[in-house]
């Protein structure tokens, strides 16, 4: 079944905080559920853009936006997971595309971050059309780049 994505909701909050922490890039950010729930209040409270995908359940995956997070210009995805039991059935896609087409109406380059390590995930954003301009050495996590990876919209 094709994944619904809506916009996120104050009660998705702690269904996604939940498997969040079960995730291993999350995990080696030692990530806890208490911090993801204040991160995703706050950035709904600042008007971040915040997509939640359901699947067979709610809240299995999402993805974050920062509408000019990038250099105060353009969009900087934030974060974008998929619960994962429903890993690799194209939901990740499906919510990168919606925020794709949120960004194209504002702006020609959507920014990301993404470790150095995580090379699955590298591999999901090069297939769709982005590409590494840099990186930021120990940014994050010492030890650990972040690559800094571009996508023109336009
Ligand atoms: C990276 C991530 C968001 C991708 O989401 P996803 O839902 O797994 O992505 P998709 O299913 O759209 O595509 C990923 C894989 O599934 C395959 N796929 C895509 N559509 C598919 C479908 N309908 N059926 C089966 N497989 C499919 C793709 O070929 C791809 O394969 P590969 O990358 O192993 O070569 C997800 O894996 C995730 O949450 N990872 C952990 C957190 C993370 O790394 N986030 C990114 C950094 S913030």
């Known amino acids: 079944m094709p994944p619904s994505i809506r916009p996120m909701l104050a009660s998705d909050i702690p269904l996604l905080a939940n498997w969040m922490v079960q995730v291993p890039l999350w995990q080696r950010y ?8 204040t ?11 915040l ?17 000019r997070g990038a250099f105060a210009r353009s969009p900087y995805l934030r974060l974008i997971g998929v619960q994962p039991g429903s890993a690799s ?16 109406a504002h702006a020609t ?4 971050l993404v ?6 995930a590298q591999r999901f954003y ?18 650990i780049s972040e690559l800094i990876f571009r996508k023109t919209l336009k």
């Open 126 to 143: 090069i297939r769709h059309g982005y590409h590494q301009i840099g990186q930021i050495p120990a940014f994050v996590l010492p030890n």
């Open 109 to 112: 380059d959507i920014f990301l």
């Open 30 to 37: 030692n990530l806890t559920a208490e911090q993801a729930i």
């Open 89 to 104: 059935t194209g939901v990740g896609s499906t919510l990168l595309h919606a925020i794709e087409e949120r960004a194209r």
């Open 115 to 120: 470790s150095d390590f995580n090379t699955d």
């Open 51 to 67: 997509l939640t995908a359901d699947i067979d359940h709610p809240a299995q995956g999402f993805a974050w936006a920062v509408p």
């Open 39 to 49: 991160n995703f209040q706050s950035a709904m409270q600042q008007g971040d853009w």
